[in-house]
């Protein structure tokens, strides 16, 4: 594949973007291609990857597991149409955690990216299924999508919690119903 010359004062500006967002170049640049093809459409089904989860909140190495796998199902989960959160997060194991999310009804990609620190991930999808990967390297994406079966397996569930956030919208017949 032939090398693109990005300009100079593009370079910086993604060499920036990419130290501010703790990933790599290469990364940077992947996740903004991943982005502009994916602005667009709309979900209301998504799967998250983060990786050290830890990073993210302040102090979130003595934050114990359950109230960090709250944190993020909130993030995700909170002030949105309504959604089903589970969440997988095994801190001994790895300081990775999953997301499974299922809205009530569907949202563009940049609502679901506002969720969480409106930082750009590295993208793909499965079948209708957004899959967001907050990863330092693009290069780990392959090991990411493996660890999604956690999220399924019997065995983990002790580490897993799943949760249902209601809509932050009133319905419009609730809402004539209660001015009478």
Do not use: H
């Amino acid at each position: 594949m032939d090398q693109w010359s990005i300009p100079i004062g593009y370079q910086e500006v993604l060499a920036d973007y990419a130290q501010k967002n703790a990933v790599t170049r290469e990364t940077a640049f992947s996740n903004l291609m991943d982005f502009i093809q994916l602005k667009d459409q709309y979900f209301s089904q998504i799967l998250v990857y983060i990786e050290n989860a830890e990073q993210y909140l302040d102090g979130g190495e003595e934050i114990p597991e359950q109230e960090l796998q709250l944190a993020y199902m909130e993030s995700f989960g909170e002030n949105t149409v309504g959604a089903m959160v589970k969440c997988y997060f095994r801190r001994l194991e790895s300081k990775d955690l999953l997301l499974a999310v299922g809205y009530d009804s569907e949202l563009s990609t940049w609502e679901i990216l506002s969720f969480f620190q409106r930082k750009i991930p590295s993208m793909d999808l499965n079948g209708d299924t957004l899959c967001l990967y907050y990863v330092k390297d693009m290069n780990s994406l392959s090991e990411a999508k493996k660890s999604f079966s956690l999220l399924e397996n019997e065995e983990g569930e002790e580490y897993c919690k799943a949760g249902y956030f209601p809509s932050i919208y009133v319905d419009e017949d609730e809402e004539e119903w209660e001015e009478e």
